[in-house]
């Protein structure tokens, strides 16, 4: 059973967000040891799903320059040392930041120190001046791939290099 959400608003401006599932009595118990304001759950689900489809005000970019990027990391990665706040999802495994086109690199390089990858969701740059939408893959994972790639499409009927360039 769902048990809705709990909000904590920080002095800085920010607010927290928990979403909690299970039995109702582990709902309750973990309600009362979190503190927090507890929120009804149907007044919760338009925001929950707004947050799967992607349609939060937190997912709209705010400048020309401004990307989107999704990293998937291991559930227990700390805290990455990127600017701005993420959207946390999957209980760590997934989280978003919003940061300028030009940090690919930086992007790149905090998922990957913790064992993770980045990809670019959305970006307000021209596709001519974006980065790849993809890490690079590995020399055994790009073999196998590729292995892949003509496997299923022979003929290169496909636009090979739409994922990866070396494909």
Known sequence: ?????????DDGGGT???RLRGAVAAVETACGHLGGERVDPAAAAD???ACRDHCLPWFMLRAPTEALWRLSVPQTAPALPLSGSPLVEWHGGQRWYAAP???VGEIRAAASAVGGHATLFMSAAGAATAPRRFDALGAPIQRIHDALVHEF???AVFDRTRLF???
């Open 101 to 103: 086109v030009e940090a």
């Open 16 to 18: 927290l967000w928990l």
């Open 153 to 155: 499409d022979p003929h």
């Open 47 to 49: 925001d929950w799903q």
């Open 165 to 167: 360039p070396s494909s």
């Open 1 to 9: 059973m769902e048990g809705g959400r709990v909000r904590w608003t």
